[in-house]
């Protein structure tokens, strides 16, 4: 297994839609393995195969002691919404919104096996289901902003130099991993400011 770099926004594969996996073999499974290993380093609630450069449909998440891997997602959303939650994201270091998501998702797909899977969660788990399958659509939580926060974060993106943060962090990772960069867990209370500390996705905490 490895810890594999994060990509950071405006990497263009972060703004592609994912391939549905068709090969399943040990490729597959290291990929799997990997995004784990790196899921867990960092701290994060969740992390999606273009987050590490990789745009096939995959993602990985540990949200309250339920953990796993989904290949090929298809989600079905309740209806009504849950509570705005602070969400950030491992691939935008540093910002984090409240953003509106489904109280329910149940996903399904298939495992590393080819097997089927079906996860229900509502609260965290739904809406990390949910972040990481924007990422396989090449979609951001900040695209999911509105008003006067949707303001504020493409503000903090055209001023931010997410080359020094990557820098930074790779150079801070690498005393310790001997590998790459990662990008700070956050998701704290404050709109449009990173809150040290708490779980990383691309929801709720990051991800």
């Known amino acids: 297994m490895a810890i594999l770099n994060i990509r950071i926004i405006g990497d263009p594969v972060l703004r592609t839609v994912a391939d549905p996996v068709t090969e399943f073999g040990p490729e ?38 339920v953990e796993g891997h989904i290949i090929n997602p298809v989600l079905e959303n309740s209806e009504d919404f849950q ?19 489904f109280r329910a998702t ?34 951001l939580f900040t695209d999911r902003l509105e008003g006067e926060d949707r303001k504020i974060a493409l503000r903090s993106i055209r001023n931010a130099n997410y080359d020094a943060i990557t820098e930074r962090t790779t150079t801070k990772r690498a005393k310790t991993v001997g590998s790459s960069f990662g990008g700070a867990s ?22």
Do not use: W
């Open 28 to 65: 597959l499974a290291k990929l799997v393995a990997d995004m784990t290993e790196t899921m867990e380093d960092v701290d994060g609630a969740g992390l999606a195969a273009p987050q590490i450069g990789v745009s096939q449909r995959v993602f990985t998440y540990r949200i309250d002691g």
């Open 186 to 207: 956050f998701g704290g209370a404050n709109s449009g400011s990173a809150s040290p500390g708490q779980a990383s996705f691309g929801g709720g905490a990051t991800t």
């Open 83 to 101: 509570a705005d939650q602070v969400e950030g994201c491992l691939s935008i270091p540093g910002l984090a919104f409240p953003v509106r998501r």
């Open 106 to 139: 149940r996903a399904t797909g298939v495992d590393l096996n080819g097997n089927p899977v079906a996860v229900e969660g509502e609260g965290m788990l739904a809406r990390c289901f949910q972040h990481e399958t924007d990422h396989l659509d090449g979609i």
